[in-house]
């Protein structure tokens, strides 16, 4: 909660990128069981190139997606939500990257 609600969240993304890094350094030294949620590109979801998850970090990065777990009616309705929400701009960033010079 970086400003109680006022201001930009640049706080919260800086503590955020700090622990997935320091996640990321102690799985490729070898510590076994890491798990941190990251935005992927994944299978997870066929309809959704990209998707955030729980992945567990190892020597070579991503060693597993561990993918959503079960869901419930109201949790695969919210989901379905979500991924029209995410479709466009998977496609939009996708796009940039590709026609990028």
């Known amino acids: ?9 640049t706080l919260s993304m800086a503590k955020a990128g700090a622990q997935f890094a320091s996640s990321l350094v102690r799985a490729l030294k070898g510590e076994k069981g890491i798990v941190e949620c990251a935005y992927v ?16 970090l190892g020597p070579n990065g991503i ?6 777990g079960e869901l419930d ?7 379905n939500e979500a991924v029209s929400e995410l479709k466009p701009s998977i496609t939009e ?3 940039f990257v590709a026609n990028r010079k």
């Open 41 to 56: 590109e994944s299978d997870v979801l066929p309809e959704c190139q990209w998707f955030a998850t729980p992945v567990e």
């Open 1 to 9: 909660a970086a400003k109680a609600g006022a201001g930009s969240a």
């Open 63 to 68: 060693e597993k997606n561990l993918g959503l």
């Open 93 to 95: 960033g996708v796009e």
């Open 73 to 79: 009616s109201f949790e695969k309705t919210k989901l």
